[in-house]
Nanobody, 115 residues
């Protein structure tokens, strides 16, 4: 049974930083691409960052240079370091794994950027 559990969301002021974590069980993340998505109120879920098993990363244009995705395969955990946060980053952030035609999602963690 694949489970993804996000944590680290919080209320932060503009310009601040947060680090999200996604603890994964049921699979070894070392062989899979792992992704972070976000969904703001009234908007569609969007891809934020991806990390492949080979070590490549990719980012949405809106977060390039500010967000960093990383993984600790030994801990089976994926991270999203978010710097220079703006109000436009406010959303629920979800961890994702796509395995054998099935999307697995965590419950999400709320990030609110506000002064």
């Amino acid at each position: 049974q694949v489970q993804l559990v996000e944590s680290g969301g919080d209320l932060v002021q503009p310009g601040g930083s947060l680090r999200l974590s996604c603890a994964v069980s049921g699979i070894a993340i070392s062989i899979y691409t792992m992704r972070w998505y976000r969904q703001a109120p009234g908007k569609q879920r969007e891809l934020v960052a991806a990390s492949t098993s080979g070590g490549d990363t990719d980012y949405a244009d809106s977060v390039k240079g500010r967000f960093t995705i990383s993984r600790d395969n030994a801990k089976n955990t994926v991270y999203l370091q978010m710097n220079s946060l703006s109000v436009w980053d406010t959303a629920v952030y979800y961890c994702n794994a796509y395995i054998i035609y099935t999307n697995y999602w965590g419950q999400g963690t709320q990030v609110t950027v506000s002064s």
